[in-house]
């Protein structure tokens, strides 16, 4: 009698769910609510990243220094060095450095990075020389100039993909690496680049060669651009070029 009045009870209750419109009715708007609530998300995540991308675009193309030029006073509170860790990798990121792993790399020798926030970090000099033209807010030039020997090739100063590869008037090729945390380098006047649009890198890899392009250059140098969430860094407060 017992198992009756269960496997009564049980049919009922499916057939409530199979027939009642007001039960589907209802669970059909759960499911419209969170497939709505999922779009939204995925539109607000595309829009931010979209707008991530002008902000880089216009970073590389030269916009960023005519028209919204960062006041020396306030500099370093947009930055907060201590928010960077070159070791927060997405998912992503981080199988592609897993598939690279294995990859043999060129030995080479990097600059600790000054900065106490960056005790366990390294950066790679993309190149050995000498620094002609240092960071200057007041001037506007948001990198660093650095003369190497003729054809010195190029290297990442970190793990990355690269997000630019192409030619500009004022800078002449250039080579764009975003790197963990939001941060990206940038090499300017190259002769030759190496590397496509997507590629994932590695600290050390070689990405161009030197070289005098664009119209913004005097003679064959690198220009080497550090950017944290859309604000310049010193490149000499975390890389050694000598």
């Not at 916009?63 to 997405?90: H, M, Q």
């Amino acid at each position: 009698m017992t198992c009756f009045v269960i496997s009564l009870f049980l049919s009922k209750s499916l057939l409530a769910r199979w027939f009642d419109p007001v039960y589907i009715e209802t669970e059909n708007m759960v499911k419209i609510h969170t497939l709505s609530e999922t779009i939204d998300s995925l539109i607000m995540e595309v829009d931010a990243k979209d707008q991530y991308v002008k902000n880089i675009q216009s970073v590389i193309s030269g916009e960023f220094e005519n028209d919204r030029p960062v006041r020396p006073d306030t500099a370093n509170k947009l930055v907060n060095r201590d928010a960077i860790d070159l070791y927060k990798s997405s998912d992503a990121t981080k199988q592609i450095i897993g598939e690279f792993e294995s990859l043999p790399l060129e030995e080479t020798s990097f600059g600790r990075i000054s900065s106490g926030s960056f005790s366990d970090n390294y950066f790679f000099p993309p190149v050995k020389g000498v620094v002609t033209s240092a960071f200057s807010l007041s001037q506007n030039h948001f990198g660093v100039d650095v003369v190497a020997a003729e054809n010195e090739p190029v290297k990442a100063i970190a793990d990355g993909t690269v997000i630019f590869s192409s030619w500009t008037l004022e800078t002449g090729y250039v080579v764009a690496v975003q790197h963990s945390n939001e941060l990206i380098s940038i090499y300017k006047h190259n002769s030759v680049i190496l590397k496509s649009i997507g590629d994932p890198i590695r600290g050390g890899e070689i990405l161009s060669i030197i070289g005098n392009t664009g119209e913004q250059t005097t003679g064959q140098h690198l220009h080497l651009e550090l950017w944290y969430r859309g604000n310049p860094l010193d490149p000499q407060e975390f890389i050694t070029f000598d």
